[in-house]
């Protein structure tokens, strides 16, 4: 099957998951494919479809490229309940936030001849507002051959900077790209409300990168900080530093602290 982008004879696509980041693939996939969505909660009034149309779990799967757009958490049933209807050479791929564990359970739980490409969009909705040309995507290859053609297409057609990694690679790059990201989010949300008038560049820049994750499923927070093997240790070692800069500042308010009465007592006998 090819990656045509003619509007007639438009390779089919399924869809699975069509939360927030469901519907950005469908916004940028649209003009390319013919689009299948599925997803087990009631369509929300005012949620723009791109022209997909929705179906079940079965005809979703059932498509020349299926896309897991499901937290991680859920990735072990889905792939469960899509492997008995996957036709073979079928290109199955996931854009989870981590790579080892959802690639693990792919390669676990699909069957032979299907195809495997583990994705990670390095962008959200928030992220892409003003598009996605230029954004950057991991692609860890897993199975077949589908895989590479798929990212040519995300290279030339979606225009999008390919990083082409590994499973264990990438989430030892993550554990600090993104855990520290959404950790530092997490406790700057949690400082709220913080001062939004005399405030500086610098500032100002952290919090727009707060706002460009504030709004994340929580299971994506779970996901980099639970699910990604590395996490612990890149946060251990953020929380080590922090103590030991907060240590450092207590023994130096300390000495400042014993210093001033001997300060000011000399400068009460200077001027006596």
């Known amino acids: 099957m090819s990656f045509s982008q003619t509007t007639q004879g438009r390779p089919a696509v399924g869809i699975i998951g069509f939360g927030a980041f469901g519907r ?9 494919m013919a689009l299948r969505v599925y997803d087990p909660r009631p ?4 949620s723009p479809t791109y022209g997909a149309v929705r179906t079940d779990l079965i005809a979703a799967a059932r498509c020349p490229v299926v896309i897991l757009a499901v937290p991680v958490s859920r990735l072990s049933d889905v792939v469960a309940a899509i492997a008995p209807h996957l036709r073979p050479g079928t290109l199955v791929v996931d854009v989870g936030s ?8 792919m390669r676990a739980g699909l069957p032979a001849g299907v195809d495997i490409l583990g994705t990670h969009p390095l962008f959200g909705p928030q992220s892409a507002v003003g598009g996605i040309v230029g954004l950057k995507i991991a692609v860890c290859a897993v199975s077949g051959r589908r895989g590479r053609r798929a990212a ?7 225009r999008l900077k390919v990083i082409v990694t590994t499973p264990e690679a990438h989430d030892r790059e993550a554990a600090a790209v993104q855990g520290l990201t959404h950790l530092i989010a997490r406790v700057l949300v949690a400082m709220e409300p913080l001062p939004t008038h005399m405030t500086t560049r610098s500032f100002s820049l952290h919090m727009q990168a707060v706002d460009m994750v504030r709004h994340d499923a929580p299971e994506v927070f779970e996901a980099i900080e639970r699910s990604n093997p590395f996490a612990a240790e890149v946060r251990q070692r953020f929380f080590t530093l922090a103590a030991q800069i907060e240590a450092d500042l207590a023994r130096e308010d300390h000495s400042a602290a014993i210093a001033r009465p001997s300060l000011m007592k000399a400068g009460t006998n200077a001027g006596a």
Do not use: S
């Open 24 to 32: 950005l693939i469908a916004q940028h996939l649209a003009p390319h």
């Open 43 to 46: 369509a929300e009034a005012d």
């Open 98 to 105: 981590v790579k080892m564990m959802p690639v693990a359970i």
């Open 152 to 158: 040519a297409f995300l290279r030339t057609v979606l």
